[in-house]
Nanobody, 121 residues
């Protein structure tokens, strides 16, 4: 089993930045794909981006150029650097992982509890 714990959420002004962390425990996730999703009030959860074990990345169109995924396999940790944040980025952000080298938005079987990101206008 893998446990995921997000941190780094908070309140930021329009145009600001935040860095979310996802710490994995339970077992090494070196070969896992790790991803971020978000869910805004009244909306469905949506895919933000994924990073593979070899650090290749895939992003949703709405975050390209603003958000950056990274990971340190030795630390069992992944990060989501979010720049130029907008009020519409306000959501609960979830870290996820899967035992697959395939990127994409499907088939994640490990999830964190989420961290709130609020962007004020």
């Amino acid at each position: 089993q893998v446990q995921l714990a997000e941190s780094g959420g908070g309140l930021v002004q329009d145009g600001g930045s935040l860095r979310l962390s996802c710490a994995a425990s339970g077992r090494v996730v070196t070969r896992c794909t790790m991803a971020w999703f978000r869910q805004a009030p009244g909306k469905e959860r949506e895919f933000v981006g994924a990073i593979g074990w070899n650090k290749n990345t895939q992003y949703a169109d709405f975050v390209k150029g603003r958000f950056t995924l990274s990971r340190d396999n030795a630390k069992n940790t992944a990060w989501l650097q979010m720049n130029t944040l907008k009020p519409e980025d306000t959501a609960v952000y979830y870290c996820a992982a899967k035992d697959s080298i395939l990127l994409g938005s499907r088939n994640y079987n490990y999830w964190g509890q989420g961290t709130q990101v609020t962007v004020s206008s």
